[in-house]
């Protein structure tokens, strides 16, 4: 069974930074590929970034690029996301995802993703 376990989300100010941790567990991840998913209320959930844990290739949602960066550290089986430069409109719920079965693709759509994190809240004051 794969645990992920976010840390991180927090109040920020505009034009402040946060730094989310997506700790993972239950099994080896390498062909793996992992993502950060936002949700702000009224709003469907939206892909924010991924990465493939062995290859490290990295996808961004438009609107994130430039702005976030995700990156992983196998020794810890954690994946980050370095958010900067923040929006009002970034205020959402962060979760992080796994897709077991994604070969060497990273998905950008939620279904794609076999497990999630509880999220982490994200609130940024204009």
């Known amino acids: 069974q794969v645990q992920l376990v976010e840390s991180g989300g927090g109040l920020v100010q505009a034009g402040g930074s946060l730094r989310l941790s997506c700790a993972a567990s239950?099994?080896?991840?390498?062909?793996?590929?992992m993502a950060w998913f936002r949700q702000a209320p009224g709003k469907e959930r939206e892909f924010v970034a991924g990465?493939?844990?062995?290859?490290?290739?990295?996808y961004y949602a438009d609107s994130m690029k430039g702005r976030f960066t995700i990156s992983r550290d196998n020794a810890k089986n954690t994946v980050y996301l370095q958010m900067n430069s923040l929006r009002p409109e970034d205020t959402a719920v962060y979760f992080c995802?796994?897709?077991?079965?994604?070969?060497?693709?990273?998905?950008?759509?939620?279904?794609?993703?076999?497990?999630w994190g509880q999220g982490t809240q994200v609130t940024v004051s204009s």
């Open positions: 239950g099994r080896t991840f390498r062909s793996v590929a």
């Open positions: 995802a796994a897709d077991l079965h994604s070969g060497t693709i990273v998905f950008s759509t939620p279904e794609d993703y076999d497990y």
């Open positions: 990465i493939h844990w062995s290859i490290g290739n990295t």
